[in-house]
T-cell receptor, first 111, second 115 residues
């Protein structure tokens, strides 16, 4: 079946450090891939998405590239801020089926 | 403002009582979903509905029930049969976008505490 594996957290970084959160997936065919962010006590917000191989999703300085050859969709940001502290979820979907989520990675950014 | 509303934000119940969590969307989305999130855990799918008057069980449907009588509403009832109901409950909806793929949007969540 479809599944998503993302790196375990927590990840603690200093402000302005480079961020990578790894995400790999298993799926038949060509899923759509997503990164969601969850701030404390809130719902999930869609951060970025990619719908086909080699697509790069980007938003708020975050980027992720859909790599079919490595079945990966790693999240990166060149310079994190304290306000980026949150839990990040990688997810995939096939058509209108429910999203399949990774377990989430908690990021803490220290000033 | 279009979006998904969940009410209330915090809900407290005594053990043995059924409780219904509200989820309303004015996005005109066909599909709606309920997820459960436990501390430090990912999201687990409880139920979903792709069209009015139809719904399917997710991975952890036992002890829960839903209805989908209107497109904009998808209430979740946590019954007394649910062994560990205390959790954060998230509602979502999705629609088909140009290019044929779907995006899912989430409500702010309801934190249920059962004692």
């Amino acid at each position: 079946g479809n599944s998503v594996t993302q790196m375990e957290g927590p990840v603690t970084l200093s402000e302005e450090a480079f961020l990578t959160i790894n995400c790999t997936y298993t799926a038949t065919g060509y899923p759509s891939l997503f990164w969601y962010v969850q701030y404390p006590g809130e719902g999930l917000q869609l951060l970025l998405k990619a719908t086909k191989a080699d697509d790069k999703g980007s938003n708020k300085g975050f980027e992720a590239t859909y790599r079919k050859e490595t079945t990966s969709f790693h999240l990166e940001k060149g310079s994190v801020q304290v306000s980026d502290s949150a839990v990040y979820f990688c997810a995939l979907s096939r058509g209108n089926t429910p999203l399949v989520f990774g377990k989430g990675t908690r990021l803490s950014v220290i000033a | 403002d279009g979006g998904i509303t969940q009410s209330p934000k915090y809900l407290f119940r005594k053990e043995g009582q059924n409780v219904t969590l509200s989820c309303e969307q004015n996005l005109n989305h066909d599909a709606m979903y309920w997820y459960r999130q436990d501390p430090g855990q990912g999201l687990r799918l409880i139920y979903y509905s792709q069209i009015v008057n139809d719904f399917q069980k997710g991975d952890i449907a036992e002890g829960y029930s839903v209805s989908r009588e209107k497109k904009e509403s998808f209430p979740l009832t946590v019954t007394s049969a649910q062994k560990n109901p205390t959790a954060f409950y998230l509602c979502a909806s999705s629609t088909r976008l140009a290019g044929g793929f779907y995006e899912q949007y989430f409500g702010p969540g309801t934190r249920l505490t059962v004692t």
